[in-house]
DNA sequence: AGTGGAAATGCAAACGATTGCATTCAATAT
DNA sequence: ATATTGAATGCAATCGTTTGCATTTCCACT
């Protein structure tokens, strides 16, 4: 039997706009005695009044709701990144809408459109990435958008994500400081955002230190398990084996450490091992693993910040942050140990 | 620039009933002309309609979202249920709105008060456990409740929970039959739920197996990877050290993992190990570690199932529903090796 | 021709809040 | 005494749907 305001008016004997002015407004636009706030407040506590935010949000054309799109909740990348944005959204009075796209396009269609018939006031999105005329499509200026990691290169909306370049030019410069000259990659989905940042920084720094990477050293397509351990079991069959592998991804990694173990090979004294992104059991594993980490956390509160601000002055001009992420090195990479 | 019931009624001349009816309405009740459907349906969509959820909302009582709260949503566990939530609540048109409660009983209560808020149709909740009169507080017959993985034993609501006992036996029977006597087991926070159920299990296949538990050989108070890490130790200092070691949980897991490594000692060969809860890189562990698996999906699944039952049908009688986990043996644990 | 009934559609109230524009009343100023 | 003012409150429209109850039209049947 929940309670509404002209149940508290009823009992009170004041209108229906008094109630609520002394409930939710508190603009001092309107005066009202201080004696009858307290009736209706206690009026209010006794009967257990809960403000219905459905009417309020149809009236007042703002639901208090952001919606969320990510590509996939059980990756604790995007479980903590949800998490954050969770947090940050709260401190201002939001809720969230949570949608998970399974990183398929067609889901993330549905997402948007269940999310807009929600009448979320905004949109956070970690996008599949591929295609994005979809997302166009939904593009109005009534409901903004804002980019989480996953970007495009020449979306006009607000966006943040992790300067990828960056990380991997760490990483790699990381392997050379000690002493590794054949380094390959193993690379994630190739054509999407990370990937090819990721793949652009590892170049750049083995270009700054005058290595030239060999094209067979770069191998992988897709940022699963199963692919870092064929493409390691790939490496390792060369003649020339790398000394060296910097993964594009934590389940990248994983599998690499599989095959690694499954050649009876030790980590880092045969061979040095990075990855991008550290997963919260990467100093568990043995070795521990060095890897790059992504301010995750930042990022939510980052993205929930750009939406509060474009829902406050929409005519803002859009801004594009990169956040920077970090390498930590652990015990997976050791020293060159030249053959005598 | 929304486009409202209205706006397609003033551009087809029909009344707005007509419009809902055709548009949304679709027991077969009203007869409504094939013509005028389509003409009706070919406006709506020329003018991009979509339905406002929230003045439905609120005239019908129903939002079609339900409300999820759970305990932390960066752990693995709870990502992979919000998950399959996600996914069943979808199948029937439901949305889900998220809340985490950072295992903190105040901001539980904050949460469920804001769902309130939001009208949702039901609540999910994997409470943080210890105490309940918050949520007797907001016991409501409007709004039905379902319990997930954190129960309560007395509470009369619906719930879905795992075989706690069952899977601590299993693992326990496990260690009994590889020749293990001297075992501990590393409990997580006492009082609660889960570990409850664990360290009874553990008992319980102590006591059918005709092996004494010693009292010592019960450690732990907390669910976290330090807990972990100085129960081991401390265990590993004692003058008849166990052979075999039952962790309640996987960050407990993780970290007697981390002492065994820093005691120079090898699992499965000096010491066995066996975990409660299933985490996704356990079989990258070296040696890959044996683990009770629980049921998450499944797990979400249900509870989504139960909710909408009762919504269905309000006054159907609770169900309580413990799913079955399932030991995975992988290499952590070895037949013990009786010295000569 | 009159009646009954079905088919097709419209009217208007309701859901619970917000808010511009009255209205009432008392105090102060002229 | 009257006009002016401001404090305190109420009226009623509005947000976008849904739906019970008309209403209109038309056809079939006696």
Known sequence: MTCTLSDIARQTGFSVSTVSRVLH??????KIREETKEVIRSVA???????NKIARGLRLNRTHQMGIIVADLANPFFATMVKSISKEARKSGYS????DSDENTHLEEES???????????LLIAAVGVEREHLERFRSDDVPF???DRLYDDISDDAVSVDNRKGARDATEHLI???HRRIAILQGLPGTYA????????????????IEVRDQYVVGDDFGTLNGFLGTKHLLRMEDPPTAIFAAGYLIAL??????REEHLVVPRDVALVTFDDPGFAPHLSPPLTAVEQPIEQMGEMGVKLLLRRLRDPSSAPRRILLEPRLIVRESVAPLVVPA
């Not at 407004?25 to 309107?30: I, K, Q, V, W």
């Not at 969230?96 to 949608?99: A, F, H, L, Q, T």
């Not at 948007?112 to 905004?122: A, F, S, W, Y």
């Not at 940042?197 to 720094?205: D, E, K, L």
């Open 25 to 30: 407004d508190n603009s001092n636009r309107y």
């Open 45 to 51: 506590t006794a009967l257990g009044y809960t403000p």
């Open 96 to 99: 969230i809408v949570v949608c």
């Open 112 to 122: 948007i459109k269940t999310l807009m018939e929600n009448r979320v006031d905004g």
């Open 146 to 148: 804002v980019f989480l």
């Open 177 to 179: 400081q000690n002493g």
């Open 195 to 210: 990937n090819t940042g990721r793949v652009t920084g590892f170049r750049q720094a083995m270009a700054d230190a005058g």
């Open 255 to 260: 599998g690499a450490l599989d095959a690694l």
